[in-house]
């Protein structure tokens, strides 16, 4: 189920800044962290739903990129976004 649009505007807003960057990294890692925490969710209720599984593999290792990317260019950003998204840092 795709995330409603006020609450993907407030991500927007909240993560990019303004309501037009919505490519920047940070809100595309939080518009993902939503979606996965969506999905899991429903395969909590479903164990045999394989292709949703397999959707939120991928979205999983996209974030993980997306992260990855962060943590080289701005550590700072990296930290503070994985502290109010509650995800946890690689060592």
């Not at 800044?17 to 925490?37: D, H």
């Not at 943590?71 to 990296?78: A, D, M």
């Amino acid at each position: 189920m795709p995330t409603p649009k006020d609450r993907k505007s407030e991500l927007i807003k909240q993560f990019g800044g303004a309501e037009a960057n919505t490519g920047s990294t940070p809100v595309q890692i939080a518009l993902l962290s939503e979606r996965i925490n969506e999905l899991t969710g429903h395969l909590k209720g479903h164990q045999k739903d394989f292709h949703s599984r397999r959707g939120l593999l991928l979205m999983v290792s996209q974030r993980a990129k997306l992260l990855k990317y962060l943590n080289k260019t701005n550590v700072e950003l990296y930290r503070k976004l994985t502290e109010q998204l509650g995800i946890r840092q690689k060592l």
